[in-house]
């Protein structure tokens, strides 16, 4: 009867052992396997994901770009000669416009096949069908919207990242979304990289805006619609400025540049013909 007891004990013993073996080696494998969300879900509208890349900053702080990656210090004749030819001389004149230009490494937002092209005056193919769009008309419309170390920047197309870059170097912060989500992916990463922690990505339709983070002083747009969207008017701050390319008749675009006063009135005027790709989504729907 004794030895009988003492099996029992025995057989609950090494039941017991076995059990915290196990939870220890599930412990161990959650810990060694588990990884950080690439993104985060929103649900503010359809179809939006924030992507990891930057954590957003505390409201009085200032985050500026990073240039420690090796690109900055790359091809800088090149830059130099492509403001001087491509865009001083076309007047564009802001000092903070001509300053970002010279400094970020467009040859690191393109693909490598088309590295060689990068400080050309042309727009070039990127990734997923869409391309960067040529130098002059990045200038040209971030002149166009009066940056200061303080402005809120709204993009609409992130497509590689360029626009919002260059943005970066002027404003305090931006917020960029991108409707095709490899691309916002890709140019998550990228900013990422090359140290713009002042810019936050989102894949989503950019129809809608960024509510929760505007009003916004300022809103670009890279695709051209046949109308503006309601809700990036909505989002842009008394005194802000917009520009965006929309299509006209026969297939026309122009940029329109928006300014709304300290009332909420809107002065629209068309500013220059352009070739944009088109902008996607529920912009394309019947109104």
């Known amino acids: 009867m004794a030895a009988a007891n003492r099996r029992k004990v025995g057989s609950r013993e090494h039941l017991g052992l076995l059990f915290a073996l196990v939870l220890l080696l599930s412990l ?7 990884r950080e969300p690439v993104s985060l879900s929103v649900t503010d509208h359809p179809k939006a994901s924030e992507l990891a890349g930057a954590s957003e900053p505390n409201e009085a702080q200032a985050i500026r770009p990073d240039h420690s990656h090796p690109a900055f210090s790359e091809r800088i004749a090149e830059r130099q000669k492509m403001v001087d030819s491509q865009i001083r001389d076309r007047e564009v004149k802001d000092p ?13 937002f393109v693909p490598t096949r088309q590295q060689r092209y990068a400080y050309e005056d042309r727009p070039l193919p990127i ?6 769009s040529q130098p002059y008309i990045v200038a040209f419309m971030t002149e166009a919207l009066k940056l200061d170390p303080n402005s809120i ?28 989500e490899p691309l916002a992916g890709t140019a998550a990463k990228r900013l990422k990289e090359l140290g713009y922690r002042n810019v936050f990505v989102r894949a989503g339709d950019g129809y809608y805006g960024w509510p929760e983070r505007g009003p916004f002083d300022a809103i670009i747009g890279t695709a051209a619609a046949d109308r503006i969207p309601p809700p990036l008017l909505e989002q842009l701050k008394p005194g802000g400025r917009m520009i965006l390319p929309v299509s006209g008749e026969a297939g026309f675009q122009y940029l329109i540049l928006i300014v709304k006063d300290a009332e909420g009135r809107l002065d629209q ?9 088109p902008m996607t989504g529920q912009v394309q729907k019947p109104e």
Do not use: D
């Open 127 to 132: 990734e997923e069908g869409q391309t960067i």
């Open 96 to 108: 903070n416009v001509l300053k970002a230009m010279q400094v970020v490494p467009r040859h690191a």
């Open 269 to 277: 005027r068309k500013v220059m013909p352009v070739r944009f790709v």
């Open 153 to 180: 920047v709204l993009e609409i197309g992130a497509g590689s990242g360029y626009q919002a870059a260059v943005c970066a170097e002027i404003a305090r912060r931006v917020y960029t979304i991108e409707i095709v």
């Open 28 to 34: 161990w494998f959650v810990r060694h396997t588990a």
